[in-house]
């Protein structure tokens, strides 16, 4: 009891000298871990109807197992995406907050996004992949979000997560300003699996994990090597989708 009670004064001093903020905007807030309603509400969050595929949101209702245009005409290498909301507003400051401010203390609260919006993907999963960054981008960065992202969803679910059995294999340039085909040469044979990871994913399902999900061109990739590699199934889950507005039917 004097343990609990001197946790508490604790946790009460250091929210007197470093109050909480709203992790979209910076708002004081009277809880850690808590968007502020504009945050809130700015989030657009993936819901059915949508795609069996891959996850894309539908304007109406069109029936239990329909597939969206492209999931037909251009069906991916992975069996089913998932992505708890749309990569626009305050899910966009989350994840750049994330990526490059090193906030790593986001992960805990975006991963139970992702877990809500693809429980079934989870569920029916051995084990969580996060998509690596390259040593070097590493280096530089110190961290890998899809890390902390894939290692929030450990904790969250209780799937273990595989940190080591896929890496880059050739350093790849920024995709940010690429099209959809210069990211898929860009990322063409860029993983492979380790060779301390191959026992481990074979005949497996496996979840792989990203923060966003945008012309598909890294998590198709990373699927490749791990099918190759001889995994049952790959699934992906995101965090958010980048996707045209107009393209979602959500108004």
């Not at 109807?49 to 069109?62: S, W």
């Not at 273990?160 to 995709?175: D, G, H, Y």
């Amino acid at each position: 009891m004097l343990i609990e009670r001197a946790r508490g004064g604790f946790r009460r001093a250091t929210d007197f000298l470093f109050p909480p903020g709203c992790p979209g905007c910076g708002r004081r807030m009277a809880m850690h871990g808590a968007l502020c309603p504009s945050c809130w509400t700015a989030l657009v969050f993936i819901e059915r109807p949508y795609c069996e595929v891959l996850g894309v949101p539908f304007t109406h209702d069109p029936g239990p197992g329909f597939l969206s245009a492209q999931a037909i005409a251009d069906p991916p290498v992975f069996g089913r995406l998932r992505s708890a909301c749309l990569f626009e507003g305050a899910a966009r400051r989350l994840v750049h907050d994330l990526k490059y401010r090193d906030r790593t203390e986001l992960a805990p609260m975006m991963a139970g996004w992702m877990a809500r919006a693809g429980w079934e993907v989870v569920e029916e999963c051995d084990m969580l992949v996060p998509v690596p960054l390259h040593r070097w981008r590493l280096f530089s960065r110190r961290f890998n979000q899809a890390g902390d992202l894939a290692r929030a969803l450990e904790d969250e679910t209780g799937k273990p997560m595989l940190a080591n059995a896929l890496r880059r294999r050739r350093r790849t340039v920024q995709q940010v300003c690429l099209d959809r085909a210069a990211r898929e040469a860009n990322m063409k044979g860029a993983f492979e699996v380790t060779s301390g990871g191959k026992a481990e994913i074979f005949g497996r399902n496996l979840l792989l994990v990203d923060d966003v999900y945008t012309t598909g061109a890294t998590v198709s990739a990373a699927t490749r090597a791990l099918k190759r590699a001889g995994a049952a199934r790959v699934d992906v889950l995101t965090f958010a989708m980048a996707i045209a507005r107009h393209d979602t039917g959500i108004v």
